[in-house]
Nanobody, 124 residues
Framework: QVHLVESGGGLVQTGGSLRLSCAAS????????MGWFRQAPGKERDFVSA????????YSADSVKGRFTISRDNAKNTVYLQMNSLKPEDTAVYYC?????????????????WGQGTQVTVSS
């Protein structure tokens, strides 16, 4: 079983940048599709970005395209989310997730393992 731990969240001003990290334990973690989701207070958990095991295929929500970049280092069992040009509407708890399936990346219920989340707050 894979265990995920996120880090890198914090408070940043509009236009600033943050890099989230998701450290995965388990020798087979490099075979998982990895995703980032976010959840603002009172709202559903939304897809942000995902990356396939090889790292060659990535996907991003329209709201973050051109601003957020997902990447992974399988040697370090770590997935990153580089967030630039942050906006107040990006404020949320960001969750890392892992899926053993090769299916849709935007549906939270298709992901098998979740981290505890890290808070990102963007001030205006």
């Amino acid at each position: 079983q894979v265990h995920l731990v996120e880090s890198g969240g914090g408070l940043v001003q509009t236009g600033g940048s943050l890099r989230l990290s998701c450290a995965a334990s388990g020798r087979t973690s490099s075979t998982y599709t990895m995703g980032w989701f976010r959840q603002a207070p009172g709202k559903e958990r939304d897809f942000v970005s995902a990356i396939r095991p090889s790292g060659r295929n990535t996907y991003s929500a329209d709201s973050v395209k051109g601003r957020f970049t997902i990447s992974r280092d399988n040697a370090k069992n770590t997935v990153y989310l580089q967030m630039n040009s942050l906006k107040p509407e990006d404020t949320a708890v960001y969750y890392c997730a892992a899926s053993i399936q090769y299916g849709s990346v935007v549906i939270p219920s298709l992901f098998d393992v979740w981290g505890q989340g890290t808070q990102v707050t963007v001030s205006s």
